[in-house]
């Protein structure tokens, strides 16, 4: 019988490379609820400074005079003048703004697939099916009238007791 070449069993420095960045992958897409929590909190909160920065106060404080007069420069570059102010502001509320969107895409992703598969109504089907809820709503809103109407006088003797 012919001997047979030992196999190596220790897995070859490009299977280890890839297990370890297949790691890596598995660990970044992991979802971090903790995370998505502190954006969900923080970003109202980066959108409501933009908003205050952008109209210059926040309750009695003229935030214009109060922040363009800073000892320090970093801080007087934007917001010395009503533009920089002004930009300033409105890149935080973009930013808020796109963390929002940024919070909400796992939740419109599944909705939009599904209205996918929606069979929508004809306009005749529509036209039709509206035209009935309204007249549903005239009928009830007769009825109650009527109603009114009719126990109005109980009611008057009631409150006259």
Same mark, same amino acid.
């Given at each position: ?9 220790? =897995? ?14 598995? $660990? ?10 502190? &954006?969900?909190?923080?970003? =109202?909160?980066? $959108?409501?400074?933009?908003?205050? $920065? ?11 005079? /109060? ?9 007087? @570059?934007?917001?010395?003048?009503? +533009?920089?102010?002004? /930009?300033?502001?409105? @890149? +935080?509320?973009?930013? *808020?703004?796109?963390?929002? $969107? ?7 992703? =599944? ?9 929508? =109504?004809?306009?005749?089907? &529509? ?10 709503? +005239?009928? &009830? *809103? &007769? ?5 009114? @109407?009719? +126990?109005?006088p109980l009611f008057e003797w009631i409150y006259s007791l």
């Amino acid at each position: 019988m012919a001997k047979q070449p030992k196999q190596n069993n220790k =897995p070859s420095k490009a299977k280890e490379n890839n297990q370890d960045s297949g790691r890596v992958m598995s $660990i970044l897409r992991k979802e971090y609820a903790f995370e998505n929590w502190l &954006l969900a909190i923080l970003s =109202p909160v980066l $959108i409501l400074y933009g908003v205050y $920065i952008v109209s210059g106060t926040f309750g009695t404080v003229n935030l214009a005079a /109060l922040l363009g007069n800073t000892p320090y420069a970093f801080i007087n @570059f934007f917001f010395a003048t009503d +533009l920089a102010r002004i /930009l300033t502001g409105s @890149f +935080l509320i973009l930013i *808020g703004t796109l963390i929002v $969107i940024y919070l909400l895409i796992p939740y419109l992703r =599944p909705s939009l697939a599904e209205m996918k598969k929606v069979t929508w =109504p004809t306009s005749r089907t &529509l036209t039709s099916n509206s035209v009935k809820v309204i007249g549903f709503i +005239l009928f &009830l *809103g &007769l009825f109650f009238v009527l109603i009114g @109407f009719a +126990l109005n006088p109980l009611f008057e003797w009631i409150y006259s007791l």
